[in-house]
């Protein structure tokens, strides 16, 4: 399909250019990049894509071409784009690639903000511009062949020759842009000339929160064909009241016929059964088909099913061209306000995904997005927004295979103008509208095809006016079976569906609740995975099962976008805004990841996975251990799970087995009894705790056979309690000067200073185990989410300059040994509001040590109303110390409001694999539910028990450290461990964006007591 040059420009651009003055015509149009007027020159109308079986085929255009960077498009000379330009002392670049991350041009990230004044459309003059020669040889015969080139992306517009000709003009970076170069190309040596800019008036359309990147980031390609050939197709598939029967609607449009054309369409199961053969001759370019057929097999995202369409084209009995098209038979609706696939309600397990590799930016491989589909699967997510442009058709290729329900979105977003006298600035401008509508269309008709897309998103963050009605009516038009997303449509208006972002969990439970706008709803952001968090998923699962209106949700967001760098010393750290001198920036607000940027999952995708858990288990113990089974899939039952469970008592394995639940239909429960027997006798202090873990047992899409889907836990009431005294044998030795007192029970010194009243060293024979401590904490390196209470925290109370003013010690002698009661004021300069705090240590004949902690809060007139980082203390230990053990829960960090992804067990770690290391450094690393710890260096044990379970975490760094690095491979290891003991910890929360921890899962101004107790042990007393 060829598309005609209009009259005006035809003269100019079907001319070689051969003199200079018109290619100054030429030049002169190079200001269509800031020409709302221009959207393209010659790009092709937008179409599906699809892949060739026969007769046609993709050559990639992908490698090494030359390229030359300028700082403007006025340096541009005419002579580069002709055949005989010599172009040898370019430099050589790779494509596809961002130039900025081979080293052109700056990188600069923002959020929101626009890099350069507002004034739509116009865009700075000063506009980098990348030139581009690439070189391809053709060895076949051209004649009676079309030859399209297609770019999948270029950001942000390009101006496109080939051999000494102009081909056209392009916009969106993120979308396909085709143009026929039928006729210009030829066989043998082919020049591709090209102008890239990074900034066009399209550019107020992609304010992405994302790097800046500009340049060829995506494949190109040659589409060769013969004079015959399928231009576009569009599959649709429609079922029956009863969703048992289904219609099979296809349209096929192609380039040309003649009187000989014909054509083949069958369709084929995943097993090459055949369900229809059909010929037709083709009479015109257009054809339409529809036929029923008999239950087919449904494609949801659980049952990824796909059938094979395949159309040949024929001239006479010839076979010239065979094109082959995955086919869904999946339906969309709403009814009663919900939102049904296939007839089934269905509640979205979702997140949210950019393009992005730490090492080549938003030009990412086909292995790339195939591993995050795996890895998605593999945690129990069941959809994806394409946050928020359209990805590679590959991608949704894959999603089609594996199964995952798509948000597809339009590469549009006009954020920077929230900051402006009027966010609906261009949104409302009817100017504008032809702009915002080609984004809509390229998005429909290339994605069109794929069963995965459920929902067509016009965009993100840039309000609402009459443009985004515009896109809703076209898109609409377009295609009627699917339904609308844009979560700007504030009052859905013209959407399908109501949308929110970071809603708080009061303001979901009144969506929920809501008889007035009963659209279905889904949050098409939450849970903020910046850094340390999002705390609280599990209470955002809670309130979407509890209401049929709201459909689920997509945490923002999949991967951290650190970009890879290696310091002076040869440590990994991952760059963020600010890094390279770019301002105005956003920080590290772009490290909010599931995965790292490396793409190693942190410790929220774990946590993730367990609250999207297609099916849930709970326990009845009173009588016969039974394990209740709900089935929370939509459409499958159990038979492909099979349950593994395992009793452990103090952390040793006593019994197990393993059972199916067959049958079990989505929605169903069934309670299991499983062949457990209390042990006679039940040993003293000893817990017992019952595993039941849900496994792969028949390999499903994307699930290997024993792969865990999930896992409960629950303890068992057997236990009992016995107390354990320290040996009552043995003598304490005391020596007390003016300011320290020393005791020495057998083998162990334990050191206080008198005026300070803190523990100054404890040691077992020669080995100091513990230099200093325990001294009071309420500060916890601030995490991400912190972001919006900590000037308060320091600026307002102080926390982080909270000290310990010792006022009294003394000391006595007991039956059991030596008590020392030290107390404390614990406060903030200039606050009134402080603790009135004690520790009181007993040294047993043993040289066992306990400690009690404990505080009485002052603040009568409640003038502390924040929440405080934790309740804890610190010591500095050893270095030398390398080894962890504890019992509790496990193996990864939990916190009081993420911990959904653990179980208490017995754990060991090397100590420096006790840190969660985030790009950028914060809190991290705590263990919750903590029965006691032991730490080891050598053959000596520093044993912690706790009476009543508490928190711990242990590194070689403070928090000091972690709070002034600003990444990871600043921080310096101190020549001691930093063991934290807390009675509590503050949330995670998500409010880096979204809300602040639960009131439950704050620590306030209150009252605290705990203990813990202290031996030290050569490893051979074990």
Not at 569 to 583: E, I
Not at 885 to 902: I, K
Not at 976 to 988: H, P
Request: proline share 4%; charged share 25%.
């Amino acid at each position: 399909m060829r598309l005609t040059l209009s009259k005006s420009f035809s003269k100019i651009f079907t001319k070689r250019f051969t003199n200079k003055k018109n290619f100054r015509r030429v030049i002169m149009l190079l200001t269509d990049w800031k020409d709302l007027s221009v959207l393209e020159r010659n790009r092709l109308p937008s179409r599906s894509y699809f892949e060739y079986s026969f007769g046609s085929k993709i050559t990639s255009l992908n490698g090494t071409w030359k390229f030359l960077f300028l700082d403007s498009p006025k340096r541009i000379d005419p002579n580069s784009f002709l055949n005989s330009y010599d172009d040898t002392r370019w430099n050589d670049l790779k494509v596809p690639s961002s130039w900025q991350m081979e080293g052109y041009g700056k990188m600069h990230y923002t959020d929101l903000f626009y890099q350069f004044p507002i004034m739509p459309p116009n865009v700075p003059t000063s506009n980098p511009t990348g030139l581009y020669r690439s070189r391809f040889d053709l060895h076949e015969d051209l004649t009676d062949k079309h030859v399209v080139l297609r770019f999948h992306g270029v950001d942000s517009s390009f101006h496109l020759c080939i051999n000494d000709q102009f081909v056209g003009y392009s916009q969106g970076s993120r979308m396909a842009s085709e143009f026929d170069l039928s006729g210009l190309v030829r066989s043998g040596e082919n020049l591709l000339a090209m102008s890239v800019y990074q900034w066009c008036d399209g550019t107020y359309l992609e304010d992405q929160d994302m790097w800046w990147l500009s340049g060829i980031f995506r494949d190109v390609e040659l589409v060769i064909t013969p004079k015959i050939s399928i231009w576009d197709l569009k599959v649709t598939t429609e079922f029956d009241e009863k969703y048992e029967n289904a219609e099979l609607k296809l349209h096929l449009e192609l380039s040309e016929v003649s009187k000989n054309t014909n054509m083949r369409i069958t369709l084929d199961d995943a097993l090459k059964n055949r369900l229809f053969d059909e010929s037709s001759r083709l009479d015109s370019a257009e054809f339409t088909l529809s036929r029923w057929l008999t239950s087919p097999r449904k494609w949801s995202a659980e049952v990824p099913y796909l059938y094979e369409l395949t159309i040949g084209i024929y001239e006479g009995e010839r076979l010239i061209e065979r094109v082959s098209e995955k086919v869904g038979f999946r339906e969309i609706e709403i009814k009663a306000g919900r939102i049904l696939i296939n007839g089934r309600p269905v509640l979205f397990k979702g997140v949210n995904r950019h393009d992005f590799h730490c090492e080549t930016g938003r030009t990412v491989s086909y292995e790339d997005m195939k591993d995050d589909i795996l890895l998605m699967k593999a945690h129990n997510i069941n959809a994806v927004r394409t946050a928020h442009y359209p990805n590679m058709p590959s991608f949704y290729q894959l999603c089609d295979e594996y199964g995952l329900y798509v948000i597809d979105e339009a590469d549009l977003e006009c954020h920077g103008f929230e900051l402006t006298s009027s966010y609906k600035w261009i949104t409302d401008d009817i100017t504008w509208q032809t702009a915002f509508i080609d984004r809509a269309v390229r998005l429909v008709e290339r994605d069109k095809n794929r069963p995965c897309v459920v929902m067509w998103s016009m965009g993100n963050e840039s309000d609402f006016g009459c443009n985004f009605i515009a896109m809703a009516q076209k898109i609409k038009s377009l295609d009627p079976t699917r339904l609308l997303h844009y979560e700007g449509d504030f009052s859905a208006q013209v959407t399908d569906v109501y949308s929110t972002m970071y809603s708080n969990f009061e303001r979901l439970e009144e969506i929920g609740r809501d008889s007035v706008l009963t659209k279905p709803h889904i949050l098409c952001e939450y849970a903020h995975a910046m850094g340390n968090g999002p705390g609280g998923l599990t209470e955002y699962q809670n309130i979407f099962e509890k209401y049929d209106r709201l459909h689920g949700g997509f945490v923002w967001e999949w991967i951290d976008h650190g970009i890879k760098s290696v310091d002076e010393n040869g440590v990994t750290f991952y760059k963020y805004g600010g890094d390279y001198g770019d301002a105005p920036h956003n920080a590290n607000f772009n490290l909010d990841g599931l995965l790292f940027p490396n793409r190693t999952p942190s410790p929220s995708l774990g946590e993730l996975k367990k609250v999207y858990e297609p099916l849930k288990m709970n326990f009845t113990s009173s009588g016969p251990v039974m394990v209740n089974i709900q089935n929370n899939y939509d459409v499958i039952t159990l038979d492909h799970v099979l349950f593994k469970w395992e009793l452990k008592a103090n952390g040793l394995s006593i019994d197990s087995g393993e059972f199916f639940c067959l049958s079990l239909h989505p929605k169903e429960n069934r309670a299991i009894e499983l062949p457990i027997l209390r042990p006679d006798p039940v040993q003293a202090n000893v817990r017992y705790f019952l595993l039941v873990e849900a496994i792969v047992h028949e390999s499903v899409h994307g699930l290997q056979i024993g792969h865990r889907i999930t896992f409960e836990q629950t303890e068992l009431p057997w236990s009992v309690k016995q107390l354990v005294k320290p040996s009552c044998h043995g003598e304490i030795t005391i020596v007390e000067t003016l300011d320290s007192l020393s005791l020495t029970a057998d083998g162990k010194l334990i050191s206080f200073d008198k005026v300070t009243a803190l523990l100054t060293g404890y040691r077992l024979d020669t080995c100091e185990l513990i230099e200093k401590g325990p001294e009071l904490n309420f500060w916890r390196a601030p995490i991400d989410n912190d972001m919006y209470v900590i000037k308060d925290w320091k600026q307002k109370y102080h926390l982080d300059l909270m000290k310990n003013y010792p006022e009294d010690f003394s000391w006595q002698e007991n039956e059991d040994g030596v008590e020392v009661i030290t107390r404390f004021i614990c406060g903030a300069p200039n606050q009134e509001w402080y603790y009135r705090a004690s520790i009181t240590y007993q040294l047993f004949l043993d040289g066992t040590l306990s400690v009690r902690i404990t505080g009485i809060a002052h603040d009568p007139d409640r003038k502390m109303r924040e929440m405080l980082p934790r309740v804890g203390v610190h010591l500095n230990l050893q270095a030398d110390f390398s080894k962890v053990e504890w019992f509790g829960l496990g193996p990864g960090e939990t916190y009081c409001d993420s911990r959904r992804n653990a179980v208490m067990d017995h754990f060991e770690s090397p100590l420096d694999k006790m840190m969660t290391d985030y790009p950028y450094p914060q809190e991290n690393g705590n263990r919750s539910e903590v029965d006691w710890t032991s730490i080891k260096s050598g053959h000596v044990e520093l044993l912690l028990s706790y009476p009543q379970a508490l928190n711990f975490s242990i590194h070689r760094y403070t928090a000091e450290d972690f709070e002034q690095a600003r990444h990871c491979n600043e921080l310096k290891e101190q020549a001691f461990v930093r063991l934290n003991i807390d009675y509590k910890q503050n949330g995670l929360g998500s409010n880096s964006c979204g809300p602040m921890p639960r009131p439950e899962h704050q620590v306030k101004l209150s009252n605290f007591d705990f203990s813990f107790t202290i031996k030290a042990l050569s490893i051979s007393e074990e």
